[in-house]
């Protein structure tokens, strides 16, 4: 059960397993608070209501394997899982639009710890061009393409209005940006081999919305 | 096509309809801003590269009715929308946990423009406790049961530490909250009539990671 009995971890992984492993790192982490030197699926299972055998069969495309009875090692479950989601490295990136919700993520420094970095942001407003805001610089959007020069960078983050969020994705990707974390409610087009994560802030507000008021309450 | 046979607006919406009908919202807004007066389906779908079929289909969930060969009036749209996603009411929340995160979503103003406003927030740090940010009260995390009898608040966003993510949830429903807007890396567990949304922004890291990596870019 623990076993995996074919390790997967060359394979393209399903992006539902790479949005449960955040789950299990965190309860792993937990355990490893409480003191627990080993860690089944049973017992993940147990603490996060997902089936023990898909917990497994997530685990099977980490390159760690638990032991009969035993199961895995916490401390290396834990190595293994924040190495194989990309925490422990810095991935650097850009951020293009320091409005409302771009300025919060610029003050958010706990990104940083699941290895993202905003290392600069572009904006046209000359009220913040030339500006820091949490120690990250803000430049003018028309020296972005110079900026890519300077930084390695191969993240943009999208918090844009939606007018312009379409010509901003394009301009990001002529300028050499290989994923967008798209933050508006705009659904953006892009070519084939960019990688886009949608984070509509607005879209887990309608959801919640909607099902408060079906349960009666407004 | 455009005319929705049957209604289906007293029906329990499908989370994907509602995560879906944000994206025609502001692609119709868009069409707004360039003069457009009517929008068909299959204008939406050429935006937003989803089926016409699927979007007539959502868009029989709230109450408009489009015109043959016309196509739905462009303001009417706007406004049924965003009255069905509960943008134009005002939705108060609390915020527990004013750490990086919490403190940037306080400081996102714009999320009022979404129906959501955040009128008070709980933290135990006594650097904090007393204090305001953007205007926002912070109060001690004991207050929060005196403070339900102040506000009328149902919706309670989640910011704190993982390893009190499940008690501060148990307090949150105890008091009163009816639904939790969950942005902690931790999978909170709930009785059935609570209202949940994951907001995992360290998810949305993992699968951008593991995409680039896979893409052969680090």
Redesign the interface.
């Known amino acids: 059960m623990e076993q995996p009995s074919q390790p997967k971890y060359h394979q393209?992984?399903p992006?539902p397993t790479?949005?449960r492993?955040?789950?299990y790192?965190?309860?792993v982490?937990?355990l490893k608070?409480r003191g627990e030197r080993y860690v089944s699926s049973t017992q993940i299972s147990k603490?996060?209501?997902?089936d023990a055998s898909q917990i497994a069969k997530d685990l099977s495309y980490v390159n760690i394997s638990g032991r009969t009875r035993v199961g895995y090692e916490v401390d290396a479950l834990i190595d293994v899982l924040e190495g194989f989601?990309?925490?422990t490295?810095i991935?650097k990136a850009f951020l293009f639009g320091v409005?409302?919700?771009g300025?919060?993520?610029l003050?958010?420094?706990?990104?940083t710890h699941?290895?993202?970095e905003i290392v600069a942001a572009f904006d046209v407003n000359p009220d913040l061009v030339g500006k820091e805001l949490n120690g990250i610089p803000i430049y003018h959007s028309d020296d972005f393409v110079k900026m890519m020069q300077t930084y390695d960078v191969?993240?943009g983050v999208l918090t844009v209005p939606?007018?312009i969020a379409q010509s901003i994705t394009d301009k990001m990707i002529e300028g050499g940006i290989?994923?967008i974390?798209n933050f508006?409610?705009?659904?953006i087009?892009v070519p084939e081999?960019i990688?886009v994560?949608n984070?509509?802030?607005?879209?887990?507000?309608?959801?919640?919305?909607?099902?408060?008021?079906?349960?009666g309450?407004?």
């Open positions: 393209k992984v992006e790479l949005r492993l955040p789950w790192l965190s309860n982490k937990l608070q603490e996060t209501n997902i989601l990309g925490f490295d991935h409005g409302s919700l300025g919060a993520l003050q958010d420094s706990g990104l699941f290895g993202l191969q993240i939606i007018e290989k994923a974390w508006t409610p705009f659904r087009r081999y990688v994560q984070t509509s802030l607005y879209a887990h507000l309608a959801v919640m919305f909607n099902r408060l008021n079906f349960n309450y407004k």
